[in-house]
Nanobody, 117 residues
């Protein structure tokens, strides 16, 4: 089993910044893709950003240029640096990790990000 624990959410004013972290623990093999998703009230969960084991990244168009995803393979941790936050970024943010040898990816418990106008 693998557990993902997120931290770093909170309340911030528009234009501010937050940094999310998600650390994996347990029976960790090789972590392939790490990602961040978000779900706003009444909306479907959507992809925010992903990063491969080789460091390639992909971002949703709505966050490109404002958010940066990174990973620390020693600490089994993925980060999401969020700058120039907007009220429409308000959502519960979930981390996701796909590991070698596991049929399905793992999800974190979610962390609330609220951006006030």
């Amino acid at each position: 089993q693998v557990q993902l624990v997120e931290s770093g959410g909170g309340l911030v004013q528009a234009g501010g910044s937050l940094r999310l972290s998600c650390a994996a623990s347990g029976s960790i093999t090789r972590i392939n893709v790490m990602g961040w998703y978000r779900q706003a009230p009444g909306k479907q969960r959507e992809l925010v950003a992903i990063i491969t084991s080789g460091g390639s990244t992909n971002y949703a168009s709505s966050v490109k240029g404002r958010f940066t995803i990174s990973r620390d393979n020693v600490k089994n941790t993925v980060y999401l640096q969020m700058n120039s936050l907007k009220p429409e970024d308000t959502a519960v943010y979930y981390c996701n990790m796909a590991l070698t040898g596991y049929a399905t990816p793992y999800w974190g418990q979610g962390t609330q990000v609220t951006v006030s106008s």
